[in-house]
């Protein structure tokens, strides 16, 4: 069945803003780059600025899903699409580190709000949730991939003041389009269901929704997306390094034009690319396959991936079956991001739904970021191996969660089918 016209717009609006939060976000290495030339400062005083605008990103998911519930989900990501754009602005006009730094977090403050409300948007105002998760996972793909690939362009020929202002135009665009879209954010939520904008929360009511929220089956949903984000995060931070140090890149040659591009680059390039392939495919099925044995198999193919990079990775192993193995990675990294947004929906109920992805992305990009230290000290003190085995271990215990919720089906009852079973009674 095709989306109806409420669904696309929604669709539309969505996706343009998922594109928009990873194609800001990516491209901020690549201006790193050139800003470690251009300001007199060392790596590590700069990694802390640019940590400073990362931490905002995941911390800030929170929040945003409590103020997504408050004041509806499209004044949210239109909030984020004009302060991001706002902040690249500002780090066009940036002539020392202090501005830059103030640049940086403000984006990431921005840029924290989106994925609640966005995902929120989704839940509560489209019928066919599973094919609009999968386009929306696309358009985050594709900005993930863009982001840095036209800024690095772009920067060939620009000074990079004027590049980051040119990055901020396709948000502005997007604003402008999220103003005169026409959409129902509750078309897809029962009659007598609150799922709009509410009053404030108090500190107490704040508490009680959470406790309420952590007493259901969205604890369990809550610790699995924590550890995929621990996999995740871990996986596509050290991976290109890892990429780069292997005998088989060697066999990659360029042309002399492009001397100085590293052709683990074009490998990383590429999974991402294939993610967008995972991401529909997650998505079309999360239609079909209920999201506890969807995240079951999938878990159990990334702890078997990760073991895979141990011998693919090792001397001799020639450049094929690596990049073979990355694009299965990339397929299935990527396919299961749909199952655990589906997860959410069901488990939750629709007005904390803001609430209930908040928490999930500050698990995801919070709580999953500690894979990056973790993850370094193995690699640094340890092996390549102990790091495969890691992140392994990681997709085992998303796996036993996702058992958890298979097995517990009769105690853990979907939060819709709760609420008409309450209303009714």
Same mark, same amino acid.
């Given at each position: 069945?095709?989306?109806n ?6 669709a539309?609006?969505?996706? %343009? ?8 976000? #990516? ?59 706002? !902040? ?16 940086l ?28 998760? %999968?386009?929306?996972?696309? !358009? ?5 991939a ?48 609150d !799922? ?8 107490s ?45 060697d ?17 990383y ?16 099925? #999360? ?26 990775? %090792? ?44 928490? #999930?992305?500050?698990?995801?990009? @919070? ?7 973790? @993850? ?16 392994a271990?990681?997709?085992?215990? @998303? ?27």
């Amino acid at each position: 069945m095709g989306l109806n016209a409420n669904d696309r717009s929604i669709a539309g609006f969505t996706m %343009a803003g998922h594109a928009l939060v990873h194609w800001f976000e #990516t491209s901020i290495p690549i201006f790193l780059v050139v800003w470690l030339s251009e300001f007199d400062v060392g790596v590590a005083l700069f990694g802390i600025v640019v940590a400073l605008g990362y931490a905002p990103f995941g911390l800030g998911a929170l929040p945003g899903g409590i103020l997504a519930d408050r004041y509806g989900t499209r004044p949210i990501v239109l909030a984020c699409l004009g302060g991001m754009s706002l !902040a690249f602005l500002v780090l066009a006009v940036a002539n020392s580190i202090y501005a830059i730094a103030v640049g940086l977090i403000c984006w990431g403050i921005a840029a924290s709000v989106y994925h609640p409300a966005g995902l929120a948007l989704i839940s509560t105002g489209v019928e066919e949730r599973g094919t609009v998760f %999968a386009w929306h996972g696309i !358009a985050g793909n594709a900005g993930i991939a863009l982001g840095p690939f036209v800024a690095a362009t772009l920067l060939i020929f620009l000074d990079w003041s004027l590049v980051a202002a040119l990055l901020a135009v396709p948000g502005v665009i997007a604003v402008l389009y999220g103003l005169s879209a026409e959409f129902d954010p509750t078309a897809a939520v029962e009659d007598g269901a609150d !799922a709009g904008p509410d009053e404030a929360l108090s500190p107490s009511e704040l508490v009680g929704d959470s406790r309420t929220l952590f007493a259901s089956a969205f604890a369990v949903v809550f610790v699995l997306v924590t550890f995929e984000g621990l996999y995740y995060r871990g996986t596509l931070t050290y991976l290109p390094e890892i990429l780069h140090g292997l005998p088989a890149m060697d066999s990659l040659a360029l042309p002399a034009s492009l001397e100085g591009i590293e052709p683990a680059d074009y490998i990383y390039v590429g999974l991402l690319v294939v993610g967008m392939a995972g991401q529909y495919a997650g998505g079309k099925l #999360t239609d079909r396959v209920p999201p506890a044995r969807g995240l079951i198999a999938i878990f159990a193919v990334l702890a078997v991936l990760a073991l895979a990079f141990v011998p693919a990775t %090792a001397a001799g192993v020639g450049l094929g079956p690596l990049v073979a193995l990355c694009g299965l990675l990339g397929f299935f990294l990527f396919a299961i991001q749909p199952f655990y947004q589906n997860a959410v929906a069901i488990y939750t109920p629709p007005d904390a739904r803001g609430l209930s992805y908040g928490y #999930t992305y500050l698990g995801e990009f @919070g709580l999953g970021s500690a894979s990056i230290a973790v @993850g370094g000290y193995v690699l640094g003190d340890l092996s390549q191996t102990a790091f495969f085995a890691l992140i392994a271990g990681f997709a085992v215990v @998303g796996g036993l969660l996702a058992g958890v919720l298979l097995t517990g089906s009769g105690r853990f009852a979907d939060a819709e089918a709760t609420a008409e079973t309450n209303a009714d009674d």
